[in-house]
C-alpha cells in the first residue's frame, strides 16, 4: 500500500484517541528517534504525540517511513545489545532501587528481535537490470563449460 505523494492520510477520529491539538510536523522524526532509543513502539509514540494507531498506519502506507521504522528498531536492539554487554562485562547486575536486571527476559527478547528481523529481512537485493543480465550470463557460461567437460569426458571413454 504505498501512499501517493501529495495524498494525506486519513486518520479514523477512533484511531486519534491520545493525541491532544494539532500534531507536530516533526513527529516522524521524533517518533523514529525514540524508536532507536527505546525500540518502544507505544512509548515512542506517546514521546511524539501521536496514537500509536497513526503510527502503524502511516507504517503501512508509506514504505520509507516503514523502512525507517525497521532501521530505528535494529538500531534500539543493538543499544540493548550494549547494554547486556556492558552490565555483564561490569558485573552491574542492579536497577535503581535494589531491582535486578532481568537479563534471560532481555535475551529471549533479543532472540526473538533476531528471529522477527530475519524473516523480515528479504533476500532480494536492488540491483540493475545490467548486473541480472550478466549475472544469468555467467551462470549459462558456466553450464556450456560443464556440459562441454561432460560431453568430452564421454567421448574419451567411447574412444
Not at 513527529?27 to 501521536?50: P, Q, Y
Not at 532501521?71 to 540493548?80: D, F, I, M
Request: proline content about 3%; aromatic content about 6%.
Amino acid at each position: 500500500m504505498a501512499r501517493n505523494p501529495g495524498k494525506r492520510i486519513v486518520i479514523r477520529p477512533s484511531l486519534k484517541e491520545g493525541e491532544g491539538g494539532p500534531i507536530n510536523n516533526n513527529w516522524r522524526r521524533l517518533f523514529l528517534d525514540h524508536l532507536a532509543e527505546s525500540s518502544n513502539v507505544t512509548a515512542s509514540a506517546e514521546k511524539a504525540g501521536i496514537c500509536v494507531s497513526r503510527a502503524y498506519k502511516v507504517r503501512r502506507e508509506e514504505a520509507e517511513f516503514a523502512r525507517q521504522w525497521l532501521a530505528a528498531l535494529a538500531e534500539g536492539y543493538l543499544h540493548l545489545e550494549m547494554e547486556v554487554v556492558r552490565r555483564l562485562r561490569e558485573g552491574d547486575f542492579k536497577t535503581g532501587e535494589d531491582g535486578k536486571f532481568d537479563f534471560a527476559n532481555t535475551i529471549r527478547l533479543l532472540a526473538a528481535h533476531r528471529d522477527s528481523a530475519a524473516r523480515t529481512t528479504s533476500p532480494v537485493r536492488n540491483v540493475s537490470a545490467a548486473e541480472v543480465r550478466a549475472s544469468i550470463d555467467r551462470k549459462i557460461e558456466d553450464i556450456r563449460r560443464r556440459i562441454a567437460r561432460e560431453k568430452a569426458a564421454a567421448e574419451g571413454r567411447q574412444e
